[in-house]
């Protein structure tokens, strides 16, 4: 019984040193801070992952907070997911204003729903806005990762 209950510890210990302990509803969100002087073409803000669900389906959403965002509707940013064993994706995809939220001051675009990351480990996202952009008055970016019950949010 005592090598059960170590067994279990040590189980739980695992998770919670990896990051894979997960959250209660399911939604994960990581983000970092961008220059709200201007973040600009080029500049590459990175967030990671630790994933060891490699089974559900998830939507996966770019969110960027900060005050005056109008100014930033058409602006196209590239969002690169690097899995653990070196692979890369990337999507573009442009800020629109129906993705404002109430208080206007967040905005959050889905680029990939029923995602799976099928691979155990760190992932790595990263935005870059194109097009020559210099994006004034934002102050964060990341991503958001939420499970789906059946390719439902």
């Given at each position: 019984?005592?090598?059960?209950?170590q067994c279990v510890a040590?189980?739980?210990?695992?998770?919670?040193?990896?990051?894979?302990?997960?959250?209660?509803?399911?939604?994960?969100?990581?983000?970092?801070?961008?220059?709200?002087?201007?973040?600009?073409?080029?500049?590459?803000?990175?967030?990671?992952?630790?994933?060891?669900?490699?089974?559900?389906?998830?939507?996966l959403s770019l969110f960027?907070?900060?005050?005056?965002?109008?100014?930033?509707?058409?602006?196209?940013?590239?969002?690169?997911?690097?899995?653990?064993?070196?692979?890369?994706?990337?999507?573009?995809?442009?800020?629109?204003?129906?993705?404002?939220?109430?208080?206007?001051?967040?905005?959050?675009?889905?680029?990939?729903?029923?995602?799976?990351?099928?691979?155990?480990?760190?992932?790595?996202?990263?935005?870059?806005?194109?097009?020559?952009?210099?994006?004034?008055?934002?102050?964060?970016?990341?991503?958001?990762?939420?499970?789906?019950?059946?390719?439902?949010?």
């Amino acid at each position: 019984m005592n090598g059960i209950v170590q067994c279990v510890a040590m189980c739980v210990w695992a998770a919670v040193a990896t990051g894979c302990s997960g959250v209660a509803d399911g939604t994960v969100s990581m983000e970092t801070a961008v220059n709200p002087a201007g973040w600009k073409a080029g500049e590459t803000a990175k967030v990671l992952y630790d994933n060891c669900d490699t089974v559900s389906l998830r939507v996966l959403s770019l969110f960027v907070v900060g005050d005056g965002l109008e100014q930033c509707v058409g602006t196209a940013v590239e969002v690169a997911v690097v899995s653990p064993d070196s692979l890369r994706f990337a999507d573009t995809l442009r800020l629109i204003p129906a993705d404002v939220s109430d208080d206007r001051r967040v905005w959050n675009r889905i680029f990939r729903a029923d995602a799976v990351l099928n691979r155990t480990g760190q992932y790595i996202f990263e935005m870059t806005p194109c097009e020559n952009a210099e994006l004034y008055g934002m102050r964060a970016v990341g991503i958001e990762i939420t499970n789906t019950d059946n390719g439902e949010r």
